[in-house]
């Protein structure tokens, strides 16, 4: 299959290759040549990842195989930051990258865009000009309205990641969706996954889980076990699973991997720097 681009009808650009599948916005007098610049760099990108997949899948280590794919580099340099602490592989970083990439490319083909954001499924690349504001929901993935973000540009917020079991990815954990933002939409997207991971209730029986190679047997996570049902939690339960969640965010935040998260879980939340989400008012939040 050749890749695939449309114009949608709020003038956003539309590609689409594989499991890949972006939503390109460009604001001002650059937008001809940024989303021009987008459609090129798309067309090769997938089958740069490919050419090398077999070892995007493979477990990071310190000496891990060097990518020769500009996006995979951009994977391996987002993961290696956490791998001496988590096991993960280079695809933990895949959908941020791609985004950055996007963006990247539209950046370097004009400086008079306002505002660029690539969307790669919830994963975002972000360039904002000085004075400009980004705002965008975070949605549930039964469609529920959760929180707004909102960013300018001095808030040095380049990109933002979900994760969870609603997800399009496996969750080794239970949280419904944790939202990241980043200095880059791949840091933002092992940030999220890794948190999300860590929102769990591993003494609880009632949650369903299932070694990932079962349902996708060329998955990276291998016989690991990801969740696929949560039963419904008391208080404490979501409480206790969420307190472990955003003791991995607030670290996170402290080392200056990422600037913001908030974690949700069966309409309950909590935040680290808070003050980037507008929440909905039925919802526990706790802000830090």
């Known amino acids: 299959m050749r890749p695939l681009t449309s114009i949608l009808q709020n003038g956003r650009l539309h590609l689409h290759h594989g499991p890949i599948d972006l939503i390109v916005a460009a604001e001002g007098q650059g937008r001809a040549a940024a989303l021009a610049a987008a459609e090129v760099r798309f067309r090769s990108i997938l089958d ?35 791998a001496s602490e988590y096991w993960l592989t280079p695809m933990i ?37 000085a004075g400009q504001r980004f705002s965008i929901a975070v949605v549930s993935s039964n469609g529920r309205d959760l929180a707004r973000i909102n960013i300018v540009h001095d808030d040095g917020v380049r990109g933002i990641a979900t994760s969870g079991t609603g997800g399009r990815s496996f969750s080794l954990g239970i949280a419904d969706t944790v939202t990241v933002l980043a200095h880059s ?10 948190i999300a991971n860590s929102i769990d209730l591993p003494e609880n029986t009632e949650i369903e889980r299932i070694p990932a190679n079962q349902i996708a047997p060329d998955s990276d996570l291998g016989g690991k076990l990801v969740v696929v049902k949560v039963p419904e939690l008391n208080a404490s339960q979501i409480t206790a699973a969420l307190q472990r969640g955003r003791q991995v965010a607030k670290q996170f935040v402290t080392q200056r991997r990422i600037v913001a998260a908030a974690l949700f879980l069966q309409d309950q939340c909590e935040t680290v720097n808070g003050s980037f989400f507008a929440h909905r008012r039925e919802l526990e939040v706790v802000n830090g």
């Open 48 to 82: 740069g990842l490919v050419s090398e997949l077999v070892q995007h899948r493979r477990p990071l280590v310190d000496l891990s195989f060097s990518p020769k794919d500009h996006t995979a580099k951009r994977m391996y340099g987002a993961a290696r930051a956490f």
């Open 93 to 129: 970083a895949v959908a941020g990258s791609v985004a950055d990439e996007v963006l990247a490319a539209m950046r370097n083909a004009t400086s008079k865009c306002e505002r660029i954001s690539v969307n790669n499924g919830g994963d975002i690349a972000i360039n904002l000009a």
């Open 185 to 194: 939409a791949a840091q933002a997207d092992v940030a999220a996954t890794l």
